[in-house]
């Protein structure tokens, strides 16, 4: 496995620009399923010769194809595997010719990789295989909306209801533009219930929350979905951080009446630094600065959890505020992460927890990776058996720009 190699261009490789206009308007009506052909004509009219999608399964451990007929390659020891990883192209020998694999990245979201044969590389078919990958990288995401196909095509065992139900409220597991990242992951992956995550960007702001909710069945995945929304109406509208508390106690007392959920809500100015958060009743967040855990900085005086009437209803919200350093990552989890037990009882505890996530990113990983890998220690501590939910969103401040 190697990078791509830097040649000399070269210019005379011809581009049918009316046929790649064609296909382009194409691309606007093609179904989901047709898009593995359409890749393969957009790769010709590039001078490519053909070009595969292969998409992220739901727990990030294969690289499926769009190809029915062809099996799924690892992440974890594969040169497309790598390039997933890595967010950057891999190369590797196809007998006569050289496979390149492309990162599919919409926006800050790891998609998958597309694989482009070609008989032979320069910076010309390296940068055409770089602009069908930011194409189909488009397309994916606009179609996986409605497509219950590519859906299916990205899952290895049957969903429970619960997490079928939730899952359509979720955001896509990373955002972030120059300045800031956020990025969440859960487990597990087809029987998720009382845990949830939302993240949105509204100009220079970051939205981040993080919720757990009572119980383990369709009424907690139901809490979390009404508190989800609840939050985004208020959130839309304008509101301020205790506005969209606010906006869930109320729908939760009057919808839920005998549901709760504990849970975090933060906003970043990404121009600024200031982190503003509300802890309703859970863990608190922790401040990773400078490859350590600054212990007590995000902490706040205990508050009831969202969703409770009557005289347990808190009067007000109490929002807390301080001033990020550039680099500095701010963890938000559940608590099934640090009880998660192997079979000795063992916990996997919270130093073990923020000790995995600082050296890997001192190691270099970017976010999102450092949480894939990050769920699935967790999950072979427990054997793959968790008791609880587990939801771990990690967002990062970087003013200057990408790290």
Same mark, same amino acid.
């Given at each position: ?36 052909? +359409?890749?393969? !004509?957009?790769? $010709? #009219?590039?001078?490519?010769?053909? *070009? ?5 399964? %739901?727990?990030? =451990? ?87 196909? +590519?859906?299916? !095509?990205?899952? $290895? #065992?049957?969903?429970?209801?619960? *997490? ?5 409220? %979720?955001?896509? =597991? ?230």
């Amino acid at each position: 496995m190697s990078d791509p190699p830097r040649t000399s261009a070269r210019p005379d490789i011809a581009v049918d620009e009316s046929r790649l206009d064609e296909l382009l308007c194409e691309a606007q009506t093609a179904l989901p399923v047709e898009l593995p052909a +359409l890749a393969n !004509r957009c790769a $010709s #009219a590039l001078g490519l010769d053909t *070009a595969l999608i292969y998409l992220v399964d %739901l727990q990030q =451990r294969l690289l499926v194809p769009l190809d029915e007929a062809l099996d799924p390659v690892s992440v974890a020891d594969s040169p497309a595997g790598s390039a997933y990883r890595t967010i950057s192209p891999r190369m590797t020998d196809a007998g006569e010719q050289v496979l390149v694999w492309m990162p599919l990245v919409d926006g800050a979201e790891r998609l998958g990789v597309l694989a482009v044969r070609t008989t032979s590389l320069d910076d010309v078919l390296l940068r055409r295989s770089r602009m069908l990958a930011h194409l189909f990288a488009m397309l994916i995401t606009s179609k996986r909306a409605y497509s219950d196909w +590519l859906t299916a !095509r990205t899952r $290895s #065992a049957t969903m429970a209801l619960p *997490a079928e139900m939730l899952r359509a409220f %979720l955001p896509p =597991r990373t955002i972030g533009s120059r300045r800031c990242v956020s990025t969440a992951v859960m487990e597990p992956a087809y029987a998720i219930a009382g845990d949830a995550f939302d993240h949105s960007v509204i100009k220079n702001l970051l939205h981040t929350m993080i919720l757990d909710a009572m119980g383990h069945d369709l009424t907690a995945g139901l809490t979390t979905s009404v508190a989800m929304a609840a939050a985004r109406n208020a959130r839309r509208g304008g509101g301020d951080l205790a506005d969209s508390v606010g906006a869930v106690d109320q729908a939760l007392a009057e919808w839920l009446p005998d549901q709760f959920c504990t849970g975090v809500l933060c906003r970043l100015d990404a121009e600024t630094g200031v982190l503003r958060w509300v802890n309703c009743g859970h863990p608190p967040p922790l401040l990773i600065r400078a490859e350590q855990v600054l212990h007590g900085v995000l902490d706040s005086p205990p508050q009831p959890p969202i969703g409770l009437a009557g005289p347990l209803a808190p009067a007000d919200r109490l929002v807390h505020e301080t001033t990020l350093e550039p680099g500095d990552c701010v963890l938000l989890y559940t608590d099934g992460v640090v009880e998660a037990r192997d079979a000795d009882g063992a916990e996997f505890g919270l130093d073990r927890f923020t000790d995995f996530i600082i050296r890997s990113s001192a190691a270099g990983q970017r976010p999102a990776e450092v949480l894939r890998l990050l769920i699935h220690a967790i999950l072979d501590h427990q054997r793959n058996q968790l008791r609880d939910d587990t939801t771990i969103l990690l967002f990062e401040w970087h003013p200057e720009g990408r790290r």
